[in-house]
């Protein structure tokens, strides 16, 4: 009975397995991590110091503090994505989907290279992505009060680690309030999620001297580089310094970069000219900024993953034959990689890439990952399970896919939309797509009774009992 018992989680066992040799590999073929230059380390400056960076979220530097060992954060982060991928295994068998379905489900987080890539990287993306999981999960497994709570909060913490949290807060609530769940627990949610930014809004005031998560109108300003018509815009002398050249439009990230780019014109006033250019942009051209952001955010559904928005391994994010050691060169806060990585840890973390380890993870890299039109399947099968219940009348029974389809939508087309188009960005999307899918075909809903019975007041849960 024991041995039945535990022979139908055969499949999922073999891809777990699979999953942390996978992780092995890279914790011995790239010790201690792999960074990102130069956002890891502005990241690890935070920390060390704990402060709000001016230029992002710092809920990662937060995580970060709690350690004091590159290597610590890189194998807690490999566990946090395997985490995700026995939530998503748990979550699917209590639907009633077939063990083996349930495994195939959790099979490209647990083995997609660039999955195992994102969780080596010194990157706010690998929380982002765990915190978000976590949260949907929760909601989706049983909405009651406290789990509606936690998930918002949930929420909230992920938005202070990356600002694309905030648009799922609003997702989550759009769907507890179609699952009709207690409005007493559902402004409870909000509330934990609004202490969470608000608290950290309330410090990066302290710091900086307003209110705000961190961020830059340069990001969204790139984004309308793509597609601004000047002629068609008419904007005033001291913005028209920001028009584009004549010529063939560079990659949204490179106006930030570049050295010829209009950016270096405009001065002190950076921000707000700007703020101002973007805002006429996209009045002034509408169809044209939503045809950009669709166009780029369909590159995640390609056959091969381009390398966007310039050659290299880091905007690949592969495991690459070599690294460059650590320069001279300043990496955050008047300090060098060095000095950042002594002061956090005692020693230097520079990467050293150890053979036969990184080489068989080169290998493993070159067909080990979820190419984008299966991306575009799952997503469409989950579409494709929710319309067959609501066809058949079963609204009920489409919702706790709902979830977790337009949270991975959200995160597949809104970053191209306000920033641009980066792989980085997809790699949350398979999660929650992976789940999504897995509840639109289980033949019952994950969280049991519906939500309004599951929330709601003493009086009525005693009646039901």
Not at 275 to 289: C, M, N, W
Not at 439 to 452: E, K, T
Request: glycine fraction near 8%; aromatic fraction near 10%.
């Amino acid at each position: 009975m024991i041995r039945s018992r535990w022979s139908a989680h055969l499949w999922f066992g073999g891809l777990l397995l699979a999953g942390v040799v996978v992780r092995g590999l890279a914790v011995l073929g790239y010790r201690p991590v792999l960074w990102f230059w130069a956002d890891s380390f502005a990241y690890l400056s935070s920390a060390i110091d704990l402060r709000p960076l001016p230029s992002r979220p710092s809920g990662y530097s937060l995580f970060l503090w709690f350690f004091d060992s590159v290597q610590a954060v890189v194998v807690v982060q490999h566990l946090m994505g395997i985490a995700m991928a026995v939530a998503i295994y748990a979550l699917l068998l209590r639907a009633g989907l077939a063990a083996w379905g349930a495994a195939l489900a959790s099979a490209p987080v647990l083995l997609d290279v660039h999955q195992v890539q994102l969780e080596h990287l010194m990157m706010a993306d690998l929380l982002f992505t765990f915190l978000v999981v976590a949260a949907v999960a929760l909601l989706v497994w049983r909405p009651g009060a406290w789990a509606v709570v936690a998930g918002l909060a949930l929420l909230g913490a992920a938005t202070v680690t990356r600002t694309l949290g905030l648009p799922l807060v609003v997702v989550a609530v759009v769907w507890l309030l179609l699952r009709r769940a207690n409005w007493r627990a559902v402004g409870a949610g909000v509330l934990a999620a609004a202490v969470v930014v608000g608290g950290y809004a309330t410090w990066f005031a302290t710091v900086h001297g307003s209110f705000g998560l961190g961020g830059s109108n340069v990001w969204m300003w790139s984004r309308t580089m793509t597609f601004a018509n000047c002629r068609v815009m008419d904007p005033r002398p001291e913005l028209a310094v920001l028009c584009p050249e004549a010529g063939p439009r560079l990659a949204a990230p490179a106006y930030i970069w570049d050295p010829s780019s209009p950016l270096v014109r405009s001065g002190a006033a950076k921000e707000e000219l700007t703020g101002e250019f973007t805002s006429l942009a996209i009045r002034s051209q509408p169809v044209d900024f939503l045809l950009a952001g669709l166009g780029d955010a369909l590159w995640a559904f390609e056959w091969n993953r381009r390398i966007y928005p310039s050659p290299g391994p880091q905007s690949a994010y592969v495991f690459p034959d070599s690294v460059r050691p650590f320069s001279d060169k300043v990496a955050s806060a008047g300090r060098t990689a060095t000095q950042l990585t002594v002061q956090y840890q005692g020693s230097s973390g520079e990467t050293a890439v150890v053979e036969p380890y990184a080489g068989w993870l080169r290998a493993y890299q070159e067909q080990g990952y979820l190419r984008g039109p299966f991306l575009a399947a799952i997503l469409l099968a989950a579409l494709g399970g929710m319309a067959v219940r609501l066809v058949r009348g079963r609204f009920a029974d489409a919702l706790p896919a709902l979830l977790p389809w337009a949270a991975a939508m959200t995160l597949a087309f809104l970053p191209p939309l306000v920033a641009a188009f980066d792989h980085r960005y997809v790699v949350p999307v398979v999660p929650l797509a992976c789940l999504a899918a897995g509840l639109a075909l289980a033949p019952r809903p994950a969280g049991g009774r519906p939500a309004r019975v599951a929330v709601t007041g003493r009086a009525e849960q005693a009646a039901h009992a």
